[in-house]
C-alpha cells in the first residue's frame, strides 16, 4: 500500500492485537505494536512492524512510545487502542484492588494514551481513533460485573468522543468482539474461580468458570482474524463505521439483549452457575 499509515496499536502481543498489526503491516501500513511483553511481538518484525514496549498504567511509558511513533514518523494516523483483560467475580468478592486495576488498563489506559495522540492528530487536522470494546459493553454477563463496567465505559467514552473530534476531522470507531477463542475466557474463568473460592458464591462461580473455560476451548467461537478484520476495514475504510460488531453471538446476543424482559435475561445468565457442561 503507497502511503501507507502510521498506527500505533496496543495489546499486539497475542490474540486479536497480534493479528492486526500483522495484517496491517502487511497491507503496507507502518505499524508500531506495543505491549509490555516485547518478546512475543518479535515475530511482528517479519512483517515489517517495530516493536514497542508499552504499559498502559505507566505514564512514562506510555509517553515514550507516543514520542518514538512521533520522533521516527511525524505523525500518527491511527490509534489502536486495544489493550485491555477481564476479571470475572462477584461485585462483593472482587477486591477493589483488583477492580481498579481492570478499570486502569481497559479504561484509564486507552483514555490516557488517546489524550497523549489527540494533540498530534488535531495539529495534523485528520486521525482515527478504533476502540476495542465489546459485546460485554452493550450486556451484562453474569458474574462479570466489573468487566462489564469497564466495557460500558469504553463505549461512552468513545461516543462522546466521537462528538468531540468531529470538528477536527478525526474519526472514532468502537471494535465490538462477539465470542472470539483466544485466551481471554479461560484466564476469566480462572480468576472468577479464584475470587469465588471460600463465599457465598462459590458453588455458583465454579461452575459457571468450569463451564467458561470448556466454552472457550471449543471450536464454537470465532478466529481472533475475524477481529483483526474489522480492525483493518476501521483502519483502511475512507469513512468508517460507528461500529464493528463482529464473531460468533455478537448479533443475536446483542438482539436478545435488546428485545427480552430484563428478568428473562437475568434468569438465562445466571443458568451459567447451575447447567454443568462437560
Excluded at 183 to 206: M, P, Q, R, V
Amino acid at each position: 500500500m503507497e502511503n501507507g499509515k502510521v498506527i500505533l496499536i496496543t495489546g499486539a502481543s497475542s490474540g486479536i492485537g497480534y493479528d492486526a498489526a500483522g495484517m496491517l503491516a502487511k497491507q503496507g501500513h507502518r505499524v508500531y505494536a506495543a505491549a509490555r511483553r516485547v518478546e512475543k511481538m518479535e515475530p511482528l518484525k517479519g512483517f515489517g512492524a517495530q516493536v514497542i514496549k508499552m504499559d498502559v498504567t505507566d505514564e512514562e511509558s506510555m509517553q515514550r512510545g507516543v514520542e518514538a511513533v512521533i520522533e521516527a514518523e511525524g505523525r500518527i494516523d491511527v490509534l489502536v487502542n486495544n489493550a485491555g483483560y477481564g476479571f470475572f467475580g462477584a461485585i462483593e468478592t472482587v477486591p477493589m484492588e483488583e477492580a481498579r486495576r481492570q478499570l486502569e488498563v481497559n479504561v484509564f489506559g486507552l483514555a490516557r494514551l488517546t489524550q497523549l495522540v489527540l494533540p498530534h492528530m488535531r495539529k495534523q487536522g485528520s486521525g482515527r481513533i478504533v476502540n476495542t470494546s465489546s459485546i460485554a459493553g452493550k450486556m451484562v454477563f453474569y458474574m462479570g460485573g466489573w468487566y462489564n463496567v469497564t466495557k460500558y465505559s469504553v463505549e461512552a467514552f468513545s461516543d462522546a468522543l466521537r462528538m468531540e473530534m468531529k470538528p477536527f476531522g478525526i474519526d472514532v470507531v468502537m471494535i465490538e468482539p462477539g465470542a472470539i477463542k483466544t485466551d481471554w475466557g479461560i484466564i476469566a474463568a480462572k480468576h472468577l474461580k479464584e475470587s469465588a473460592a471460600g463465599t457465598a458464591y462459590e458453588a455458583a462461580g465454579t461452575q459457571w468458570a468450569h463451564n467458561m473455560d470448556w466454552f472457550y476451548r471449543t471450536n464454537m467461537l470465532s478466529s481472533p482474524n475475524v477481529i483483526a478484520k474489522a480492525i483493518c476495514k476501521a483502519v483502511n475504510s475512507r469513512h468508517p463505521r460507528v461500529r464493528y460488531c463482529r464473531g460468533r453471538f455478537s448479533v443475536i446476543g446483542r438482539l436478545g439483549h435488546a428485545v427480552m424482559p430484563a428478568r428473562w435475561w437475568d434468569a438465562i445468565m445466571r443458568q451459567g452457575g447451575k447447567i454443568k457442561v462437560k
